[in-house]
């Protein structure tokens, strides 16, 4: 699977952006999709992932509520949209994808993902 993502920049606090990752190479809606993140010297992290059939999410807790996961399998594309952004959230996002489950990619993280994009800059500022 390759996976290419885009969408990201830069935004100040409180606004938004929205992620793209599109897919290709193997059926989409097979896979489980998600989204991690590095921020500069600290592990990447999970933030987002979403099931093959679109039905099941799962959220980091620090963006539940903010941060929309969704899919679809007609454009093999995951969306990532991210609204009331805080300077935390700056930080280099990748798109993942997964042949086990969104909530596999959820309770394991980098453990669950057989698939990565390559990273998108999304910076907050205050």
């Known amino acids: 699977v390759q996976l290419q993502a885009s969408g990201g920049g830069l935004a100040q606090a409180g606004g938004s952006l929205r992620l793209s990752c599109a897919a290709s190479?193997?059926?989409?809606?097979?896979?489980?999709m998600g989204w991690f993140r590095q921020a500069p010297g600290k592990e990447r992290e999970f933030v987002a992932a979403?099931?093959?059939?679109?039905?099941?999410?799962y959220y980091a807790d620090s963006v539940k509520g903010r941060f929309t996961i969704s899919r679809d399998n007609g454009k093999n594309t995951a969306t990532l949209q991210m609204n009331s952004l805080i300077p935390e959230d700056s930080a280099l996002y990748y798109c993942a994808a997964g042949t086990y489950t969104a909530r596999a990619m959820a309770q394991t993280g980098e453990r669950g993902v057989d698939y990565w994009g390559k990273g998108t800059q999304v910076t907050v500022s205050s």
């Open positions: 190479g193997r059926p989409f809606n097979v896979i489980a």
């Open positions: 979403i099931s093959s059939g679109g039905i099941s999410t």
